[in-house]
């Protein structure tokens, strides 16, 4: 079973930017689909950005143009560069892989992403 671990997460002002990142213990080149998903307090976990394998990409409305995601399989990790941060944005940010061929899914364990003044 794949380990994933998110870093990169921390307190930041409204317009900051961050960078998280989400390590692979195995390879993550069998996962057809990775995303972020995010879940602030009192509120389900929604997903934030996908990744397909040839680098489709698919974003939430509220985070196109402030958001990107990446994958680098020769580093067994995905990342998701945040710019023009919100308050809002302030949440748990969660990494997953799916592997579409045999419904094998991980999650990390969460990074503390904080918006504020």
């Known amino acids: 079973q794949v380990q994933l671990v998110e870093s990169g997460g921390g307190l930041v002002q409204p317009g900051g930017s961050l960078r998280l990142s989400c390590a692979a213990s195995?390879?993550?080149?069998?996962?057809?689909?990775m995303a972020w998903y995010r879940q602030a307090p009192g509120k389900q976990r929604e997903l934030v950005a996908s990744?397909?394998?040839?680098?489709?990409?698919g974003y939430a409305d509220d985070v196109k143009g402030r958001f990107t995601i990446s994958r680098d399989n020769a580093k067994n990790t995905l990342y998701l560069q945040m710019n023009s941060l919100k308050p809002e944005d302030t949440a748990v940010y969660y990494c997953?892989?799916?592997?579409?061929?045999?419904?094998?899914?991980?999650w990390g364990q969460g990074t503390q992403v904080t918006v504020s003044s």
């Open positions: 997953h892989a799916l592997n579409l061929n045999n419904n094998e899914r991980a």
């Open positions: 195995g390879s993550i080149f069998s996962f057809n689909a």
């Open positions: 990744i397909l394998h040839g680098d489709s990409t």
